[in-house]
């Protein structure tokens, strides 16, 4: 029989990639969605589709409920993906937009492993891949809510990774730097509805720095920016290896940030990461 991966935030970017090619390895691929019209896509091309909305604690129980019933009451792997941008500075993000972002990129995902769990304890195996980021342990200018959500990932990660040992169950993260994706494009609609600038004391430096890059991008892909093929090849080996690492990084600036992070102390790190705000 084929082994079984439920993958979340499937519409485009890394999820849709990561579906893609475990299908390719042979795995049968349940390609998850926040919204029906991505899931009646993906179900288009020849994927099983349940729509799971993280903000939406019904959607997690039901779309679950749709692939254990299609399997028979396992699942051999999970792989937690979707997860949106909130861009503002700290002081400027109110507690409400704080709160979403959490419920999307945090919530929701520890609620669908809670449900996972259970299932991979009693067939005695089982993956659980969280995607992280580069910013799950190093933290950067304007980007404060949803390195607040990786963090606390990362940190719920390393303690699950812990107490389930011996469960035969391993809990791994997969942090990347910049990889193609619509993440940019996405945290639009977030930063428009919580964060006003204008009367923001820090207003030259949003005209300046963070609107230009927000609305219009950049001149083609960021320096080291790699596909998201890249994740989907650590995703493959965190599911396929008989002892998967507790960590991937991907992209040079990943590697980078993880050598700095450890040899050098935090005022020197924090000079860096002001000067590439």
Request: net charge positive; aromatic share 8%.
């Amino acid at each position: 029989m084929k082994k079984t991966i439920l993958i979340t935030g499937c519409s485009s970017g890394i999820g849709l990639d990561a579906a893609r090619g475990m299908r390719e390895r042979g795995w049968r691929v349940f390609a998850s969605c926040r919204q029906q019209r991505d899931c009646d896509r993906m179900r288009a091309e020849g994927f099983e589709s349940p729509r799971i909305d993280y903000t939406d604690p019904e959607s997690i129980t039901a779309g679950l409920g749709e692939v254990l019933e299609a399997t028979g009451g396992t699942l051999d792997a999970l792989f937690n993906n979707g997860a949106h941008g909130l861009p503002g500075a700290v002081e400027d993000l109110p507690t409400e937009g704080l709160r979403a972002i959490f419920e999307a990129n945090f919530f929701g995902w520890h609620e669908l492993t809670r449900q996972v769990i259970p299932v991979m304890r009693k067939q005695g195996h089982g993956r659980i891949v969280q995607n992280s980021s580069i910013l799950g342990f190093v933290t950067f200018p304007w980007r404060g809510a949803y390195v607040a959500t990786k963090y606390a990932l990362e940190g719920l990660t390393d303690t699950l990774r812990i107490e389930l040992k011996g469960t035969g169950i391993h809990m791994v993260l997969i942090e990347p730097g910049p990889v193609t994706s619509k993440i940019r494009e996405k945290s639009i609609p977030h930063f428009e509805r919580f964060i006003d600038w204008k009367v923001s004391p820090l207003r030259d430096l949003y005209e300046s720095r963070l609107l230009k890059r927000l609305y219009e991008g950049s001149n083609g892909p960021d320096r080291f920016e790699l596909p998201a093929s890249a994740v989907t090849a650590k995703l493959a080996h965190a599911c396929e290896s008989r002892r998967p690492h507790p960590r991937y990084y991907v992209t040079t600036p990943t590697h980078i940030a993880g050598f700095l992070r450890r040899i050098l102390p935090t005022r020197a790190i924090d000079r860096i990461l002001v000067k590439l705000g």
